[in-house]
């Protein structure tokens, strides 16, 4: 079986051809470690997660390159704005070295609790300057570049086919991406490759260079990186939806320059995560994080598992009572996923024919361009399923969560210690709500101590009321 995709290049839904049998080199871009990641910025993570773990399911071998922008680069997409490393160092009163492993360390984190498996390769822009600069003196040499005001810039003249990612005009390109006017472009989409010259007298990161003392402009680390450790052709590489008109416009520019050829040939974009009150703003400070959503009471795979029930290529709206409703869908999967491992008998064996029918369907919805929500309902057909038995249903559910890891089958320990029924639990928590609202602290203290008693602990927040096993 072969896994579809949609290739945000060619508009298409196309089926993927490795450009070596059996073998996939993927890229993706990975997070700007100045602040904490978003749960926007882990939904993007997340599909990525999904994407290598379902071409991993129907048998291909997934190389995959992300990096890690720890060198300062400008706020907005454009060469303008803050320098966001800098911003976060006089923030936190800390240099920008420590900044960057902090947030790299807890973007690592993040990763781990919601079942992000770690890329095959994961690197630094700061330490592949050297393979920069390489590339740089690669573009100089074949002519894409020109010396202004001290900084090199990419001149995007000799590539007629830039706007083609973006399938902008250039006027939309130049309408949508640029704010400052940078009088020493000849082009207003050209981009700086090096700076020398930075607009920032205390900038800390910089690195000896042909062209002086500066650092690398943002998008030649993709570009550098993923050919150091992919090579100069890969099958997919992935990003955000806002990725698409400057940041990989760019990086598809300056590779196609630098080696004369075809760079990736399949690229995604996962769409946006939008809150149901607004925009989520890093510079504003007002952004849902992991350990946020930990605090309030959530599993941090209640959250994999929303994203997981709707599509990648759609906006996904965020708002708590989605979340809940993903949590308690969840936690009803689990408890009936508790009951079939309870009833499993020693005796039964497995159907090679019954399991295969399932993990076809599934495979068949997770190669449809990544429709996990479809998925999903394969797993929950498993569950329900009368010609399979116990044994034969648990092999599937850890079959299907090498790809959904949601830790399915880890249930036991994590809510043995709970001694109630979920629904009664439901209905008790329903309850204290009303007391509440009717002021009866008492009734309300009651329930509590109920379910405490129980090994159920409540969590109240402005959204309403979560519970959670007591560990
Ligand atoms: P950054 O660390 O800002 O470079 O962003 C990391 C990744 O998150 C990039 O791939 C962005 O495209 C992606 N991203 C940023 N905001 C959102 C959002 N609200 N929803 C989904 N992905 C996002
Ligand atoms: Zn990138």
Redesign the pocket.
């Known amino acids: 079986m072969n896994i579809k995709i949609y290739n945000s290049f060619s508009r298409k839904k196309e089926e993927v051809i490795p450009i070596e049998e059996g073998k996939i080199k993927l890229y993706t ?4 470690v100045y602040n904490f ?2 749960i ?2 882990l ?3 997340i599909f990525e997660d999904v994407l290598k773990k379902s071409m991993e399911y129907i048998g291909l071998k997934v190389k995959h390159v992300m990096n890690i ?1 720890d060198v300062g680069h400008l706020e907005s997409d454009s060469d303008t704005g803050e320098d966001k490393m800098a911003l976060g160092a006089s923030r936190e009163k800390k240099t920008v070295w420590e900044i960057a492993r902090f947030y790299e360390d807890e973007f690592l984190k993040d990763c781990q609790l919601l079942n992000i498996t770690k890329p095959t390769v994961i690197c630094r822009a700061t330490e592949h300057i050297g393979d920069m600069i390489n590339f740089i003196k690669k573009l100089e040499e074949r002519g894409f570049t020109y010396i202004a005001n001290g900084n090199v810039y990419f001149s995007i003249e000799k590539y007629p086919e830039y706007s083609k990612l973006a399938n902008l005009s250039m006027e939309e390109l130049e309408a949508g991406g640029r704010v400052e006017v940078d009088p020493f472009k000849k082009n207003p989409l050209d981009f700086v490759l090096w700076f020398t010259n930075s607009k920032f007298s205390n900038q800390i990161m910089q690195w000896e260079s042909p062209w002086g003392t500066g650092f690398p402009g943002w998008h030649i680390e993709c570009s550098a990186m993923s050919m150091k450790y992919l090579g100069e052709r890969i099958d997919i590489h992935c ?5 698409i008109p400057v940041h990989h416009t760019n990086e598809i520019a300056q590779s196609e320059c630098a080696t004369g050829h075809k760079w990736v040939n399949y690229w995604m974009h ?5 809150m149901d009150n607004g925009k ?1 703003s890093k510079s504003s400070g007002d952004f849902l994080t992991i350990s946020k959503l930990i605090e309030k009471g959530y599993d941090p795979l209640d959250y994999r598992f929303f994203n997981l029930q709707s599509r990648y290529r759609k906006q996904l709206v965020f708002s708590f009572e989605s979340l809940i409703d993903s949590q308690k869908s969840l936690k009803k999967l689990k408890s009936k996923i508790k009951n079939i491992i309870k009833n499993k008998k020693i005796e039964e064996t497995i159907g090679e024919r019954k399991i295969e029918k399932y993990q076809t369907s599934f495979a068949a919805h997770i190669s449809d361009d990544l429709n996990t929500a479809n998925a999903l309902t394969v797993l929950s057909e498993v569950i329900k399923s009368d010609e399979l038995n116990n044994a034969e249903k648990m092999y599937l559910i850890e079959d299907f969560d090498k790809v959904l890891s949601l830790n399915l089958t880890t249930i036991e320990e994590v809510d043995s210690n709970v001694d109630m029924d979920e629904e009664y639990i439901e209905l008790l928590i329903l309850e204290r709500n009303r007391a509440r609202m009717e002021k009866n602290w008492a009734r309300a203290d009651e329930i509590r101590k109920i379910l405490l008693e129980r090994n159920v602990e409540l969590f109240d927040s402005k959204e309403g009321t979560t519970w959670k096993p007591k560990l």
């Open positions: 871009c990975g997070p700007t990641a978003h926007g910025n939904r993007t993570y922008t990003g955000g939806i806002d990725h996962g769409e946006f995560l939008v989520m």
